[in-house]
T-cell receptor
Framework: GENVEQHPSTLSVQEGDSAVIKCTYS??????FPWYKQELGKRPQLIID?????GEKKDQRIAVTLNKTAKHFSLHITETQPEDSAVYFC????????????FGTGTSLTVIP | EPEVTQTPSHQVTQMGQEVILRCVPI?????FYWYRQILGQKVEFLVS????????KSEIFDDQFSVERPDGSNFTLKIRSTKLEDSAMYFC?????????????FGPGTRLTVL
């Protein structure tokens, strides 16, 4: 089955700097890649997603890039703010297991004011 | 804004006991899911449910687990005979349509502790 690896496990950045979180996947059939943000004590929330027919997607300060050849995708947060501090999870899914998401282990991002 | 709710927030049980975790998905959603997250590990898919039946399940979802939608609003996960390794946070989620097209909304989770 699919295996999603996520790095780094923890990340600290100064407010205003950029943060990058990387994920790799093993199943070349995977074609849908959502990212979730989980603030302390709160539920995971979808923040952005990308499909394999697109190489990059941007939503304000958040962008996701996908390299299908290398089987990796990344989350980029620019101009970080303290409220960006949270755990971020990447996930992957493939058409043959459409309802099953495979998650990464999470990255704990701390934005230092 | 509608939210997925889960009860209880924390459940403590003895090994071998049965537990039922409850979820109320968002009212117009048709797809329902259970995930678990063992402390410090990744979120793992357990099962998805659509049209009153299981549509997919992972290897984790063995005969000890079952799901049910007993009425029009609740979605439950039952663990028949809990084991120590069942201790985890269990998340329920729902989506209005297929998750690859529609956002999955997560509940706040139930922390299950098996002693």
């Amino acid at each position: 089955g699919e295996n999603v690896e996520q790095h780094p496990s923890t990340l600290s950045v100064q407010e205003g700097d950029s943060a990058v979180i990387k994920c790799t996947y093993s199943d070349s059939a995977s074609n849908y890649f959502p990212w979730y943000k989980q603030e302390l004590g709160k539920r995971p929330q979808l923040i952005i997603d990308i499909r394999s027919n697109v190489g990059e997607k941007k939503d304000q300060r958040i962008a996701v890039t996908l390299n299908k050849t290398a089987k990796h995708f990344s989350l980029h947060i620019t101009e970080t703010q303290p409220e960006d501090s949270a755990v971020y999870f990447c996930a992957a899914s493939a058409p043959n297991t459409g309802n099953q998401f495979y998650f990464g282990t999470g990255t704990s991002l701390t934005v230092i004011p | 804004e509608p939210e997925v709710t889960q009860t209880p927030s924390h459940q403590v049980t003895q090994m071998g006991q049965e537990v039922i975790l409850r979820c109320v998905p968002i009212s117009n959603h048709l797809y329902f899911y259970w995930y678990r997250q063992i402390l410090g590990q990744k979120v793992e898919f357990l099962v998805s449910f659509y049209n009153n039946e299981i549509s997919e399940k992972s290897e984790i979802f063995d005969d000890q687990f079952s799901v049910e939608r007993p009425d029009g609003s609740n979605f439950t996960l039952k663990i028949r005979s809990t084991k120590l390794e069942d201790s985890a946070m269990y998340f329920c989620a729902s989506s209005v349509g297929t998750p690859r097209v529609n956002t999955q909304y997560f509940g706040p989770g139930t922390r299950l502790t098996v002693l």
